[in-house]
């Protein structure tokens, strides 16, 4: 399954299946993009990051995706399992100034059993 | 080892009453950030330390919301008076200098009647 970011914020994924989740990032100066995962009634916890010097990352059943032609960013869960669902957020850095990061709107993924 | 704590995990008052919130970051993390997250919607910097420097408080609303970071260790973030548009959920995140990631507590659910 995939999403469209901000225009789908809801995924409904089978469990087994891969998923995607997309972001549309503002600033072209941003170097640095974290995903982070936040379960209901928790804080968000940090799954995996990039920089924008690369393209692409990989960590534990995750790929960062990253394409600064179009400002998007995607994360690619492999397998996914019930325990993944959760708001997903996207998150830049810009390279200036304090360093601030901004935080996307999230993703709501639903694991289907 | 202990990750961010924060405290109390739960708050309600009556609107024009005061509040704090107490935050607890990871040992050794001298950078320390309050955010606050609406309902269905990422988390937004308030103000971010280094040390017990206020580094970006350009989000903080100075009127009604101070924070203090006395010893550059705990935090508190206080609201004096609190309005119902206030209700949200105030998260403190730590991270350290050798390091770009954040993270978080569980969170203060804030509610305002």
């Known amino acids: 399954g995939e999403s469209v970011g901000l225009h789908l914020p809801t995924l409904s994924v089978q469990e087994g299946d891969n998923s995607i989740i997309n972001c549309a990032y503002s600033n072209s100066a941003s170097d640095y993009f974290i995903w982070y995962k936040q379960e209901s009634g928790k804080g968000p916890q940090f799954i995996i990051d990039i920089r924008s010097n690369m393209d692409k990352r990989q960590g534990q059943r995750v790929t960062v995706l990253l394409n600064k032609t179009v400002k998007h960013l995607s994360l690619q869960i492999a397998a996914t399992q019930p325990g993944d669902s959760a708001v997903y957020f996207c998150?830049?850095?810009?390279?200036?100034?304090?360093?601030?990061?901004?935080f996307g709107i999230g993703t709501k993924l639903q694991v289907i059993p | 080892e202990a990750g961010v704590v924060q405290s109390p995990r739960y708050k309600i008052i009556e609107k024009k009453q005061p509040v704090a919130f107490w935050c607890n970051p990871i040992?050794?993390?001298?950078?320390l950030y309050w955010y606050l997250q609406n309902l269905g919607q990422g988390p937004e910097l308030l103000i971010r330390y280094e040390n017990e420097e206020a580094v970006d408080d350009s989000q903080l609303p100075k009127d009604r919301f101070s924070a203090e970071r006395l010893k550059g260790v705990d935090s508190t973030l206080k609201i004096q008076p609190a309005e119902l548009g206030d209700s949200a959920v105030y998260l403190c995140a730590s991270s350290s200098d050798n390091t770009d990631t954040q993270y978080f507590g569980p969170g203060t659910r804030l509610t305002v009647l």
């Open positions: 998150a830049e850095r810009f390279s200036g100034g304090y360093q601030k990061v901004t």
């Open positions: 040992s050794g993390h001298n950078t």
